[in-house]
């Protein structure tokens, strides 16, 4: 294929990506995750009482066309059945009024039986369930409101949880001190392994294990419950109130993310707040934006928006992609992003009092958590325009701030989490209560990879913070030569990010860490040219790492750290006729072929993370924003960093 082909095929794209702009200057794609986010949405309206007979039949529309032929629901494109959520979807479909002797209804309760009934799901799925009466909320583990007052310095105080746990723990403190009951409208027998014994108990663990330990502590907990003081309790419910209230966003939303949203304006409401009140009128309009209505007329809810890491990727690319940096669609951009710069404190400021604000969030109104991913990447962003846009000083101010706030959020092990500092307790992920996927945000290789690469183009590659970032990476490199990826699926994700870091941070390409990275991927490459993993390879590493149908995302990972391993056509390991590695040019060669006439690319595969294994995304926009990456580096060269001088 020659070079004209791959010039042609990254026009296409980049043109196609500069026409999904926003008129305000973002670019956002559709957050796909899986049906579980609108099962919960009619429950919720079911709840409160504002489900609507044309909402209801929209979402059980989109719920039936996820269903696959055996009756059941998944969690990512082609991946095995969950029970959780076949129970919630199904939930769902009762309410819109499926009858459960229809084919699609009997399979799915089929499967639910076998796979252990209502039982065996997961704690979220039986508060959905405490809620209406279909399970008993003495069966569940005890969350008391009390937790507000546990100072910092203990080990289950609401700061040792992740910010996403932390949102949603601290309403269903309430919730669950409530128990409220609404009437159920139907039964769910049909869901139970032994109708006869719907609630069983299940076989305590031994008491020597931490399992054992929590769930005896859990016992104490429910005995709390009978004899809680009740000065106390209202006291830390009030406390919970508060906190709840001053967390909420400007859209309305709490933390941006569907559960400490949902969560929060049930516990609201059970707290005396009707439905008429603005704090509970804007968490409901909240919704309203996250909605995605689709072309025959379905309805589905987005778990999360990601308006400024889709722009300042979508920023990186299209620079990289050889688009002039003073570009209106760039320089607009730009003027958005400054917008979007959070410059109060939020809860990261509980671990450093003294730090500055200065970074971004993930979605539009988040500013009580920005995170340190997106503000490197907008960082990386900012600078790739900043010499051209007509306030250049301004742009810089806010890099600055974001390089300063980064730094100051590095752990003690030299590596960045995405949120909190030293959020690393194990205690938190033990509790009974804390089944729903990750509940603690310890560093890890893609996040402090991003920030590397950002000081290295600030000219900060030979700082002593970068250093230890960098030898991090190299301490927790797999054996394979692979890095585990956390916030993208997962090992391609991992090394795709590193690799980059690395170079920019001034490894040489021949560095034995990078070789070993270099002949993985190389392993790894599909038989067509691209490379694929399944989010199976986070529960079994030894036969999915590295392993699944290729995707346009994780081909262009693969590439972008190919290339900054100097396997392109500039590349130090090239055969020297122009052309890069024989995978860096099968890889491309894939990119090409599979291009839609639109200039996009067709990725069902989710293969993006949120809690890996446990919840799964498919981010719209990567099909595009990353292939435009990889070919423009392809073309052009990898980025030169660290052009512009030291931030102060």
């Not at 409101?145 to 105080?157: A, C, G, Q, R, V």
């Amino acid at each position: 294929m020659d070079r004209a082909t791959i010039e042609d095929s990254l026009r296409r794209a980049t043109e196609h990506l500069l026409s999904l702009q926003d008129d305000e200057g973002w670019w956002k794609g559709d957050l796909e995750t899986n049906v579980t986010m609108d099962a919960e949405d009619l429950l919720l309206r079911q709840f409160l009482g504002i489900r609507t007979a044309e909402q209801t039949a929209a979402t059980a529309e989109w719920i039936r066309s996820q269903q696959r032929e055996d009756g059941t629901w998944g969690t990512f494109h082609g991946g095995p059945p969950e029970l959780s959520t076949s129970v919630e979807a199904y939930v769902a479909l009762r309410l819109a009024g499926d009858d459960p002797e229809a084919p699609h209804m009997r399979a799915a309760a089929e499967y639910v039986r076998g796979a252990g009934g209502i039982a065996a799901t997961r704690v979220f799925t039986r508060i959905w369930l405490a809620l209406f009466g279909w399970w008993p909320w003495e069966r569940l583990p005890e969350m008391p409101p009390e937790i507000m007052f546990l100072p910092k310095w203990l080990p289950l105080n609401i700061y040792a949880f992740g910010c996403w746990a932390r949102q949603t723990i601290v309403p269903l403190t309430v919730v669950s001190a409530l128990r409220p009951v609404r009437p159920a409208p139907f039964a769910l027998t049909e869901l139970h392994t032994d109708p006869d014994n719907p609630f069983p108990l299940r076989p305590l663990a031994p008491p020597t294990t931490w399992d054992g330990f929590f769930e005896r502590l859990d016992m104490v907990l429910h005995a709390y419950h009978k004899r809680a003081v009740r000065p106390l309790r209202r006291l830390a419910l009030n406390q919970a109130r508060r906190w709840i209230v001053e967390r909420q966003e400007a859209d309305g939303c709490w933390g941006g993310i569907q559960p400490p949203a949902v969560y929060s304006l049930i516990a609201l409401h059970l707290l005396g707040y009707e439905l008429d009140h603005p704090v509970m009128q804007a968490g409901l309009a909240a919704f309203e934006r996250f909605t995605v209505h689709t072309e025959d007329g379905a309805r589905w809810l987005e778990a999360c928006q990601s308006p400024v890491w889709d722009t300042c990727l979508a920023t990186i690319a299209l620079v990289d992609a050889g688009l002039a940096p003073d570009h209106p669609a760039l320089v607009k951009a730009t003027d958005w992003m400054l917008g979007e710069e959070i410059t109060t404190r939020g809860d990261w400021s509980v671990q450093r009092p003294q730090l500055h604000p200065g970074g971004w969030a993930f979605e539009f109104h988040n500013d009580t958590y920005p995170d340190i991913d997106d503000t490197a990447e907008v960082v990386l962003a900012l600078r790739r325009v900043a010499p051209s846009h007509p306030r250049p000083q301004l742009v810089a101010a806010a890099a600055d701030r974001g390089v300063t706030w980064n730094l100051g959020m590095q752990s003690k092990n030299g590596a960045w989490g995405a949120f909190d500092v030293d959020n690393t307790s194990t205690l938190p992920n033990k509790l009974p209560f804390c089944d729903f996927g990750e509940v603690v945000d310890p560093p890890s290789a893609d996040v402090t990879a991003h920030v590397v690469e950002m000081l290295a183009e600030v000219g900060m590659a030979d700082d002593p913070r970068t250093r230890r970032g960098v030898e991090w990476l190299l301490a927790n490199q797999e054996a394979d030569g692979s890095w585990f990826g956390r916030w993208g699926t997962n090992y391609i994700y991992g090394t795709g990010s590193v690799l980059p870091a690395l170079v920019a941070a001034g490894l040489p390409v021949s560095d034995p860490a990078i070789r070993r990275a270099v002949r993985w991927l190389e392993e790894r490459q599909n038989q067509d040219g691209g490379w694929g993993e399944d989010m199976r390879s986070y529960e079994d590493p030894e036969k999915w790492s590295g392993r699944g149908d290729s995707t346009a995302s994780q081909t262009a990972w693969a590439l972008m750290a190919l290339l900054a391993a100097g396997e392109g056509p500039d590349g130090r390991y090239a055969p020297g006729d122009g052309r890069g590695s024989a995978a860096v040019e099968r890889g491309v060669r894939w990119l090409a072929a599979t291009q839609l006439p639109e200039g996009s690319w067709d990725e069902p595969q989710f293969t993006g993370t949120g809690f890996p294994w446990d919840f799964s995304i498919n981010y719209h926009l990567y099909r595009l924003v990353f292939p435009v990456t990889a070919l423009g580096r392809y073309l052009h060269g990898n980025p030169v960093l660290g052009q512009a001088g030291r931030a102060t």
